[in-house]
């Protein structure tokens, strides 16, 4: 697989993931009435913005439900946006980038989701 394909479609990972931290911090909680997954969600974000160790240094960046959520929205958005615009490639050949993606990450940083092999 070419490298820059792999480059291209982490690009489009990350830019969605990122685009679900504007939703959460510009709608989601901004909500008047928050249901308790949300408020634990809010409670979560709030203390990771007031500590770096908590949620950085202790791993928690690995369990915040903000991240775990924007990083799912992330990973369906990029391949339903590979999907669409280029419609000449197979959807299996889509979802074999982004599962190399999530694989790469997972082997080689400290990542959500922890495996002894790759994902197939």
Do not use: W
């Amino acid at each position: 697989m070419s490298k820059y394909l792999m480059i291209f479609a982490r690009i489009i990972l990350n830019m969605y993931h990122e685009k679900s931290h504007c939703i959460q911090k510009n709608e989601l909680f901004r909500q008047s009435n928050l249901d308790g997954q949300v408020r634990n969600q809010l409670v979560q974000e709030i203390a990771c913005t007031a500590s770096y160790k908590y949620y950085g240094g202790e791993s928690n960046y690995r369990l915040n439900a903000s991240e775990i959520q924007a990083e799912h929205y992330g990973i369906m958005s990029a391949y339903n946006y590979l999907c669409n615009e280029f419609p000449n490639v197979a959807e299996k050949e889509h979802e074999r980038i982004i599962l190399n993606i999530v694989n790469d990450k997972m082997m080689n940083t400290s990542y959500f989701v922890r495996h002894s092999k790759p994902f197939t």
